[in-house]
């Protein structure tokens, strides 16, 4: 298993986001986890991911059998797991180019291999730009500065691409993308998957699921995943509304 | 996770060694007897004298300002020891007999004055309390006519340069400090630059405060002629005490027509430690004056020592068409105060100036960027272009920014951009999540925000100031 989250609770100050969340995910599989705004998802990310903002007050996270939530946030991503933000930050003064260099250097030196010069990895992240459909012009940006919403989600599909993670978690990444950026964010989600990694899509809207077939789809209302199933499942939750689901919960209970 | 930040930025001050250097000293406290006394001992022409001793009657007359936007305890004059240097002074040029416990103090700050271990391409004069003990690579900048020494050498061998230029962008009268400079400066550097020579290499003045109670009065004259360039850096650092020492210097830059002075300070003065208790008292008078049409002066300082800094790198742009420029980052932690900034005073046609300013805060820090922009009447045409930006680490800083404008011709254009902003939590987890560790991921933050300013420095000086802010090179230097 590459994630096994059990039973996991998570507070942010006073508040208690995840009341108990149970979620596996095997190399080679799919994931989307949908939910109403507030539902606790960018928190399930971001708390797999290692945002201190967060406590684990109870249940467990594991990553490839280890104990993940026993790892500083820079060692998790340089085990491979991926954040895309739902809201990427600006760095004045640090290009796009140095910024993926320094970060794809780190994870290649914890593997034990060379570090990259700036020409090779120049020739190396060329080659991904393609993926992404962008000006090579973009790599010299400061990152994410003056950067349109597509774009900034775009820079992030460039930086999972670079950085190849075992395990993506995409926040959101297809919110807001007009449908060739839509397109041009679903061919990198599917050139990244592959047997040995996992892709986790948090998303509202089925839509980008026409371009990315997931394996399993998840509902995610008030902190539980509530319902689990095939693709079809996002499409009733589409149709019907996250109520639905809510109401489904209630009467389980 | 801001903590963390801050304690990365704590990082212990490496320069804050003390030398046993057997010193000559004059009493502490100042009286008319004692600038006789210093004028004496570097046997002095007596219209320099009269220099002094005009500026220390004016001087006893003023108050000492208070308009900064810092708070200190006052310095008490009385206690100050106005000259210090080693017994063992050097004969001209011979490093030989320059006391070895001063050679091993610049050895051990990684500048060494002997010219085989030297950077090349970079002439030193040292200057160790209140005296220059050596000075590299004259022999090589005299064939290409450029004079670089000492400014009490000067007076004796270019008497005539000096007095015709001292006190002329600076007057006696200026300040406070620069009047108490005027009336006991011991020693600085000197340069001329010949018409029509472009200094073949870097020139740079390395400032050591040694002795505990003794107050650093330098006084630095640069002159390019028509046509001249130089580019000139200046260090500085001190030990560490639990006392404030004052440092009150004065520079006087002076470019004639087609003349380019460019001045790079790296400041790394002893900032205090965690209390607040220590450091030096900075307070500074630099100014350059565009003399010549098509002139340019540029000021780059990375101000990051001190316990207050109070200065102010200013250009009187006479020439037509002259340029000046100001180029700032400026660190402050803990209790350490900044006010600093330039001032443009804009008097030739179609002159220009540009100033960028970045201020970080950390600690319980203040830092401010106070400037005046100035077009006089006669500034026809002139424009400026004005940017401070400030970076906040943690809650308990401040960043302040006071911009003077003064516009007198309705042709002139003034152009003023500020921002701030805060080294957040989501940044740093933006580059952990990349696998960036914190230390690299605030390296680079900095570095970023401080760019286009490390772009304007002196390779070397770059690098330096990259590590003196925390920063790990990554990649190609400037
Ligand atoms: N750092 C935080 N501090 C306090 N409350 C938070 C924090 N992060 C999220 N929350 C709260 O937790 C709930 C879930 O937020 P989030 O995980 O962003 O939901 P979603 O991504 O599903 O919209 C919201 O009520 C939000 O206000
Ligand atoms: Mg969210």
Redesign the pocket.
Known sequence: MLLEIKNLHVR??D?Q?LKGVNLNVEAGEIHAIM????????????VVAG?P??EVTEGTVRYDGDDLLELDTDERARDGVFLAF?YPVEIPGVSNSQLMRQAYNERRKARGEDELDPLQFDDYVREKVKVVDMDPDFLDRSVNVDFSGGEKKRNEILQMAVLEPRLALL??TDSGLDIDALRVVSNGINQLAGDDNAVVL?THYQRILDYVEPDKVHA?VD?EIVQSGGKELAMELEERGYDWVAKQKGAAQ | MSSNIESYLDQPYEAGFHSDVEMEKLEPGLDEDKIRQISAKKDEPDWLLEFRLKAYEHWKTMEEPDWANVEYDKPNFDEITYYSAPKNQPKKDSLDEVDPAILETYEKLGIPLHEQKMLQNVAVDAVFDSVSVATTFKKKLKEAGVIFCSISEAVEEYPELVKKYLGTVVPYTDNFYATLNSAVFSDGSFVYVPEGVTCPMELSTYFRINDQHTGQFERTLIICEDDAYVSYLEGCTAPQFDTNQLHAAVVELVALENAEIKYSTVQNWYAGDEEGTGGIYNFVTKRGVCEGDNSKISWTQVETGSAITWKYPSCVLKGDNSIGEFYSVALTNNHQQADTGTKMVHIGKNTKSTIISKGISAGVSQNSYRGLVKMAPSAEGARNYSECDSMLIGDRCGAHTFPYIDVRNPTAQVEHEASTSRIGEEQLFYFLQRGIDEEDAISMIISGFCKDIFHELPMEFAVEARKLLGIKLEGSVG
């Open positions: 942010a100050g508040t986001i939910g109403p705004n507030g539902s606790g998802k960018s928190t399930l990310a971001n945002h903002a967060y739902q926040d959101e948090v995610m902190g």
